[in-house]
């Protein structure tokens, strides 16, 4: 099983910016599609951003696009999630997932613990 590892969170105020890292256990990240889901109290678990095997295409929700930025650094075996803007209704669990070879809209095999993001007014 591949490990992720998610690291970054915390509580910001409104308007502020956070950076979330998803770190793999692996040395052949590069090859896995990576997507961020995120969930809020009381809600379903939802997607945020995935970017696809070898770093292109990336897709994101609406609700963050703009805001957000999903990359990666395949020497680190880390993919990152650069949050800014960030509003109360961003507060959240986020989560990394992961596919080997997976498409943009593929299910994912391996899910990290979740990393808590908790936006104040």
């Known amino acids: 099983q591949v490990q992720l590892l998610e690291s970054g969170g915390g509580l910001v105020q409104a308007g502020g910016s956070l950076r979330l890292s998803c770190s793999a256990s692996?040395?052949?990240?590069?090859?896995?599609?990576v997507g961020w889901f995120r969930q809020a109290p009381g809600r379903e678990r939802d997607f945020v951003a995935a970017i696809r095997w070898g770093g292109t295409p990336i897709r994101y929700a609406d609700s963050v696009k703009g805001r957000f930025t999903i990359s990666r650094d395949n020497a680190k075996n880390t993919v990152y999630l650069q949050m800014s803007s960030l509003k109360p209704e961003d507060t959240a669990v986020y989560y990394c997932t992961a596919r080997q070879w997976g498409g943009l809209f593929d299910d994912y095999d391996y899910w990290g613990q979740g990393n808590q993001v908790t936006v104040s007014s």
């Open positions: 692996i040395h052949t990240f590069s090859s896995y599609t």
